[in-house]
């Protein structure tokens, strides 16, 4: 049976949530969306590949970040991009819902917590372009990176400007590469360890890109945190 409050809620403020458009219960519900939605977020493994983020292998370094390994320590993510996860993501960007962003940072923290890294000594946001953030009304990686500080896992610097736009989005990964390659610049310089924060890995061409400009803004390591990953076909672990 449900509560009073509720019973209320649904007669005076009628609401339906943003993914099922099931009724939106008062309990549970977080951002506009129920927690059932929320509990049908599938995390990711436990064990992967601790330099890459894929979910292989158990715990060791896979045969692809052996041979060639991305010029981050690590990277991890919420889970995989698909089901619910994406459409919380797509909800949040593309549909301008920037309630989202705190209920997604604490999904970051939880999975952070999980992590044997050490603490960061920033936590830098990949930043979007002028033009996308002034359509949006928001800059969708900052949002989560101010979150994720706020919930006390590191101080949140913006150490990264992006000099020119780019839809990644459709493009190969050969062009990913060649798009994010000059793409991003020191925009202040720190020390230590670095947290790098995103909503989705896909191909890490920006991840590369923003890694190796940290690196020459001081940073003497860097970990990849994102909300989602898109996996690779074909990863041989």
């Known amino acids: 049976m449900a509560a009073p409050l509720e019973v209320l809620a649904r007669v005076f403020l009628p609401a339906r949530c943003a993914l099922c458009g099931q009724p939106l219960p008062v309990a549970g519900s977080h951002a506009g969306v ?9 995390p990711a493994r436990p064990v992967g590949c601790p ?15 052996r041979h060639d390994p991305p010029p981050w320590q690590a990277a991890a993510s919420v889970g995989e991009y698909g089901g619910a996860l994406r459409d919380l993501i797509l909800l949040f960007k593309h549909g301008r819902r920037d309630e989202l962003a705190a209920p997604l940072a604490h999904l970051l923290r939880r999975r952070l917590d999980q992590l044997p890294w050490p603490s960061p000594d920033a936590i830098v946001p990949v930043p979007a372009w002028w033009g996308r ?50 793409t991003f610049a020191v925009r202040r310089r720190l020390t230590g360890h670095a947290l790098l924060v995103d909503d989705v890995l896909t191909t890490g061409a ?32």
């Open 34 to 42: 129920c927690g059932s939605c929320w509990d049908d977020v599938a």
């Open 51 to 65: 330099r890459c983020g894929e979910e292989v292998g158990d715990g060791e370094e896979c045969l692809v970040c």
């Open 133 to 182: 953030r002034l359509r949006r009304g928001f800059d969708h990686a900052d949002l989560l990176a101010r979150h994720l500080a706020a919930l006390g896992a590191g101080r949140r610097i913006r150490a990264l400007r992006r000099r020119r736009p780019g839809t990644q989005a459709g493009r190969t990964r050969r062009e990913r590469e060649a798009l994010a390659h000059g």
């Open 206 to 237: 920006t991840a590369r890109a923003c890694t190796h400009v940290l690196h020459a803004a001081g940073a003497t390591a860097v970990s990849l945190l994102t909300v989602a990953r898109a996996p690779r076909p074909g990863r041989i672990p």
